[in-house]
């Protein structure tokens, strides 16, 4: 079992940089693939970011490729996600999610473990 804790969210403006932070607990950590998700009101849940159990390998979602950055920390079970240029179509609850392989982080189908989510909001 892993434990998933987000936090960072927020009200920001657009075009400001947030990031979010997720603390795993539970398993071992270097074991699993990490990802990260958002949902915005009314819609499905949405891949953004995952990165590979080393670090070694990223992939990320178009609609965010280019602002957006992930990364971990093995040595604190933590992983990141650094977003820039904030614009209101961001404002989704934002989850971090694990899995142990890195070719099944994206399909939110086959993830293994979700934290709660944390809110970001971005105002114009």
């Known amino acids: 079992q892993v434990q998933l804790v987000e936090s960072g969210g927020g009200l920001v403006q657009a075009g400001a940089s947030l990031r979010l932070s997720c603390v795993a607990s539970g398993s071992t950590f270097r074991n699993y693939a990490m990802g990260w998700f958002r949902q915005a009101p009314g819609k499905g849940r949405e891949f953004l970011a995952g990165?590979?159990?080393?670090?070694?390998?990223?992939a990320y979602a178009d609609s965010v490729k280019g602002r957006t950055t992930i990364s971990r920390d093995n040595a604190k079970n933590t992983v990141y996600l650094q977003m820039n240029s904030l614009k209101p179509d961001d404002t989704a609850v934002y989850y971090c999610?694990?899995?142990?392989?890195?070719?099944?982080?994206?399909?939110?189908?086959?993830?293994?473990?979700w934290g709660q989510g944390t809110q970001v909001t971005v105002s114009t």
């Open positions: 990165i590979s159990e080393s670090g070694a390998f990223t």
């Open positions: 999610a694990a899995d142990g392989a890195f070719s099944n982080i994206a399909n939110r189908a086959n993830v293994d473990y």
